[in-house]
């Protein structure tokens, strides 16, 4: 079972320690919502949590394989794209996950890209109020 398998059966079950044992410890992951990664082990499985709550029948409906550059440098590393559909807050979304793996096919980068904007908008607010509520991130001044 490759990574990318063992990835998306620990997300259909909604199991946190089997992501945890796929991520390496300086994951490193890019979100639709956010310029900046979330990064390190910690903070990417509490963001798992916080997704895990939020999304509405989530499922994977197809996958690619190969190769692609990481953000961090210029080499390749082995890479899966997982298509997905989902609702949040009634909106429907459409998006991908791209892993990249490290040599002991362990997940190092992961990057998530939805549409439409108005669901990108709609998780964005979901995660955020997930993320404060979770106590991961601060509330936004203001509130």
Do not use: N
């Amino acid at each position: 079972m490759t990574a990318a398998d063992r990835f998306r059966a620990a997300v259909d079950r909604r199991d946190l320690a089997a992501l945890d044992d796929l991520f390496t410890e300086d994951i490193r992951l890019y979100s639709p919502v956010k310029f900046t990664p979330f990064e390190g082990k910690p903070m990417v499985l509490g963001l798992f949590g916080v997704l895990l709550r939020t999304f509405e029948d989530f499922r994977y409906i197809g996958h690619y394989t190969g190769t692609a550059q990481t953000s961090t440098d210029s080499s390749s590393a082995a890479s899966a794209v997982l298509l997905f559909r989902a609702r949040v807050g009634g909106k429907e979304i459409h998006g991908i996950d791209l892993l990249h793996l490290d040599d002991d096919g362990r997940i190092k980068e992961f990057t998530v890209m939805v549409r439409p904007q108005s669901a990108v908008h709609a998780l964005g607010e979901a995660v955020l109020a997930g993320l404060v509520a979770d106590g991961l991130v601060p509330a936004p001044s203001g509130q």
